[in-house]
Nanobody
Framework: QVQLVESGGGLVQAGGSLRLSCVASGSSGSINVVAWYRQAPGKQRELVAR???????NYADSVKGRFTISRDNAKNTVYLQMNSLKPEDTAVYYCAASTRVGVRQALEYDYWGQGTQVAVSS
């Protein structure tokens, strides 16, 4: 079992930055794929960024060049550095992880955090 706890959300002005953290506990050494998703009110959950154990990354087109996903295995932590934030980035951000290889769809992730709220004012 793996437990995920996100932190780092908050209220920021447009153009500002935030860094989200997701700390994994339990059998975190078995994780192969980690990702950040977000869900805005009235919208479906969407992939923001994905990182495999091999270092491959994927980003939503809307965040490319602004967000960076990274992982510190020594700290069992996944980060999402968010720069040049826009009001449309406002959402609850969730960390997800899977022990399986090649996971891409939200339904395939085994573990989810509770979410952290990000609000960007204009």
């Amino acid at each position: 079992q793996v437990q995920l706890v996100e932190s780092g959300g908050g209220l920021v002005q447009a153009g500002g930055s935030l860094r989200l953290s997701c700390v994994a506990s339990g059998s975190s050494g078995s994780i192969n794929v980690v990702a950040w998703y977000r869900q805005a009110p009235g919208k479906q959950r969407e992939l923001v960024a994905r990182l495999t154990s091999g270092g491959n990354t994927n980003y939503a087109d809307s965040v490319k060049g602004r967000f960076t996903i990274s992982r510190d295995n020594a700290k069992n932590t996944v980060y999402l550095q968010m720069n040049s934030l826009k009001p449309e980035d406002t959402a609850v951000y969730y960390c997800a992880a899977s022990t399986r290889v090649g996971v891409r769809q939200a339904l395939e992730y085994d573990y989810w955090g509770q979410g952290t709220q990000v609000a960007v004012s204009s």
